[in-house]
């Protein structure tokens, strides 16, 4: 079916790195652009950093210089780099893809299910 997983979440010092996964299962993800999103409890979701198909991509300024999003097409999944992580960036973070097509000429959105970092002492 189609799906998207992430997955490589979890508690960090601050200050510390992480490597976030997402995984497409059905359908080629470098056929479409990738974002990644989070949501952190009493605030907004936010758009953290995205790619495009042909590789282009974008980033809040809050993460710019300290987070990367790259593509692995061998293994169908996007990586999110997380370096010098802050205490106020513990969120869910979810990864998203839109624009694929169906048989009704609408677009499918897809998200992932989420993957919780912690960044605490």
């Known amino acids: 079916q189609l799906q998207l997983v992430e997955s490589g979440g979890g508690l960090v010092q601050p200050g510390g790195s992480l490597r976030l996964s997402c995984a497409a299962s059905?359908?080629?993800?470098?056929?479409?652009?990738i974002g990644w999103f989070r949501h952190a409890p009493g605030k907004e979701r936010e758009g953290v950093l995205c790619i495009s198909s042909s590789g282009i991509t974008r980033n809040s300024e809050s993460v710019k210089g300290r987070f990367t999003i790259s593509r692995d097409n061998a293994k169908n999944t996007v990586y999110l780099q997380m370096n010098n992580l802050k205490p106020e960036e513990t969120a869910v973070y979810y990864c998203?893809?839109?624009?694929?097509?169906?048989?009704?000429?609408?677009?499918?959105?897809?998200w992932g299910q989420g993957t919780q970092i912690t960044v605490s002492t």
């Open positions: 059905a359908f080629s993800l470098d056929d479409y652009a």
């Open positions: 998203t893809t839109g624009g694929i097509p169906t048989t009704t000429g609408r677009t499918l959105t897809l």
